[in-house]
């Protein structure tokens, strides 16, 4: 007798889940909220690691097929100061396949595959332990149920509260990210300064990150540290070095407005740096929330989280991959119990092994952002020694 199992999110971690299940031949219901694939824009580009993101494919086999769509170049980086001189370039060797960048877009329709996912599913809460299992409430009055019902639909999870009451917190660091098309063709010099991967530039409190993605698309990260109502509150108006200050009363949504503060933010810089500000095309407002870094719950019967929704931490490139190998190794532990008692030690024994990796991430991470965004730029630049090769 099969379980059934259902998994809420279309994320990379929910699909990485679906497609080792579906590869030992077990049924799952994905579902996830957004009525289509491409509903919305997809994200900027994922470092996946060799023992994290890549050993999840390999469980799903498709491994090869990743290695044929990343960028093991987009391993490079290069740190400027604010007057634009080149302080560190790191470039990969042609053999180095321990971070290739893949993008989002290519990375879901990869893990999609075979699979059936049920679009414009949007699920509103779990309630486990009825008479029939986990009971699924879904946002257009349905409900259906499932012996277990993994949640892997990130940061504002609707499966969290069924297993904990711990809600995300703001890091006191807002991220504004933009995007440049066609680099290469539009704007050849900024080509030239971002390069193969990435470039960064710190400040204080501060710090503009652009990275290249495939097809001379480019994202561009304006993180800064500030109030969470920065934008909106007269009263909590925030000056920053040099008198520079950001507008209050600002609308996100506002293009012109929106660059015209970040250059304000970021006055004095090297020009060529702040023309990642200027040319960019739109501008998407994301305060950086996290979750305790040592979040566990006490286990519930039928229901289980991974990613974001579990161990919500900084975006410095551990999320995915993470996510990614906790729903590969869940997978493979239900494949593998032998009978339909043993569902639930399968999940309860995934929670202990995730919690303890999920926590060391989450120091290794929040402590990244505390010195990537620091009153010391330095600090930033020793980080990037740390972890770079020599």
Same mark, same amino acid.
């Not at 993470?322 to 929670?351: K, N, Q």
């Given at each position: 007798?099969?379980?059934?199992?259902?998994?809420?999110?279309?994320?990379?971690?929910?699909?990485?889940?679906?497609?080792?299940?579906?590869?030992?031949?077990?049924?799952?219901?994905?579902?996830?909220?957004?009525?289509?694939?491409?509903?919305?824009?997809?994200?900027?580009?994922?470092?996946?690691? !060799?023992?994290?993101?890549?050993?999840?494919?390999?469980?799903?086999?498709?491994? +090869?097929?990743?290695?044929?769509? #990343?960028?093991?170049? =987009?391993?490079?980086?290069?740190?400027?100061?604010?007057? =634009?001189?080149?302080?560190?370039?790191?470039?990969?060797?042609?053999?180095?396949?321990?971070?290739? !960048?893949?993008?989002?877009?290519?990375?879901?329709?990869?893990?999609?595959?075979?699979?059936?996912?049920?679009?414009?599913?949007?699920?509103?809460?779990?309630?486990?332990?009825?008479?029939?299992?986990?009971?699924?409430?879904?946002?257009?009055?349905?409900?259906?149920?499932?012996?277990?019902?993994? $949640?892997?639909?990130?940061?504002?999870?609707?499966?969290?509260?069924?297993?904990?009451?711990? %809600?995300?917190?703001?890091?006191?660091?807002?991220?504004?990210?933009?995007?440049?098309?066609?680099?290469?063709?539009?704007?050849?010099?900024?080509?030239?300064?971002?390069?193969?991967? #990435?470039?960064?530039?710190?400040?204080?409190?501060?710090?503009?990150?652009?990275?290249?993605?495939?097809?001379?698309?480019?994202?561009?990260?304006?993180?800064?540290?500030?109030?969470?109502?920065?934008?909106?509150?007269?009263?909590?108006? &925030?000056?920053? #070095?040099?008198?520079?200050?950001?507008?209050?009363?600002?609308?996100?949504?506002?293009? !012109?407005?929106?660059?015209?503060?970040?250059?304000?933010?970021?006055?004095?810089?090297? +020009?060529?740096?702040?023309?990642?500000?200027?040319?960019?095309? +739109?501008?998407?407002?994301?305060?950086?929330?996290?979750?305790?870094? #040592?979040?566990?719950?006490?286990?519930?019967?039928?229901?289980?989280?991974?990613?974001?929704? *579990?161990?919500? &931490?900084?975006?410095? $490139?551990?999320? *995915?991959?993470?996510?990614?190998?906790?729903?590969?190794?869940?997978? !493979?532990?239900?494949?593998?119990?032998?009978?339909?008692?043993?569902?639930?030690?399968?999940?309860?024994?995934?929670?202990?092994? &995730?919690?303890?990796?999920?926590?060391?991430?989450?120091?290794?991470? %929040?402590?990244?952002?505390?010195?990537?965004?620091?009153?010391?730029?330095?600090?930033?630049?020793?980080?990037?020694?740390?972890?770079?090769?020599?």
């Amino acid at each position: 007798m099969r379980h059934r199992i259902a998994v809420v999110g279309g994320g990379p971690g929910g699909l990485t889940f679906a497609r080792v299940l579906h590869r030992h031949g077990y049924p799952v219901a994905v579902l996830e909220r957004d009525p289509a694939a491409d509903a919305r824009p997809p994200g900027g580009t994922l470092d996946l690691h !060799e023992g994290l993101g890549q050993l999840a494919l390999d469980k799903a086999g498709l491994l +090869a097929e990743y290695q044929a769509l #990343s960028r093991p170049e =987009g391993q490079a980086m290069r740190i400027l100061d604010t007057e =634009g001189t080149v302080l560190r370039d790191w470039r990969p060797r042609p053999d180095d396949r321990a971070n290739p !960048e893949i993008d989002r877009g290519q990375l879901r329709d990869l893990l999609l595959g075979p699979l059936d996912v049920q679009w414009g599913r949007g699920v509103t809460q779990v309630v486990p332990g009825t008479r029939d299992g986990v009971l699924v409430h879904f946002a257009d009055g349905r409900q259906e149920a499932f012996d277990l019902v993994v $949640g892997a639909d990130g940061a504002w999870s609707r499966i969290r509260p069924a297993v904990s009451s711990v %809600t995300p917190h703001y890091t006191g660091v807002t991220s504004v990210e933009t995007s440049l098309d066609d680099v290469d063709t539009r704007h050849p010099d900024l080509a030239r300064l971002i390069g193969d991967g #990435s470039v960064a530039v710190y400040g204080v409190h501060r710090s503009l990150v652009a990275q290249r993605n495939s097809g001379g698309h480019v994202k561009v990260y304006a993180r800064f540290r500030a109030p969470l109502d920065w934008h909106t509150n007269p009263d909590r108006h &925030m000056s920053l #070095s040099r008198g520079a200050g950001l507008d209050a009363g600002l609308d996100p949504a506002d293009v !012109e407005a929106m660059r015209s503060s970040l250059l304000a933010l970021f006055d004095g810089w090297a +020009a060529p740096v702040l023309d990642l500000l200027r040319h960019g095309t +739109a501008f998407v407002h994301r305060p950086l929330y996290v979750l305790p870094v #040592s979040h566990t719950w006490a286990h519930v019967p039928g229901v289980t989280l991974l990613g974001d929704a *579990a161990h919500l &931490m900084p975006p410095l $490139g551990a999320g *995915a991959n993470l996510a990614m190998l906790e729903g590969a190794e869940l997978a !493979e532990s239900i494949a593998a119990a032998p009978g339909p008692g043993d569902l639930d030690e399968a999940v309860r024994a995934f929670e202990e092994q &995730m919690w303890a990796r999920a926590s060391r991430w989450a120091k290794i991470t %929040t402590a990244g952002l505390e010195r990537l965004v620091s009153p010391d730029p330095t600090e930033a630049i020793a980080l990037w020694d740390q972890v770079q090769p020599s």
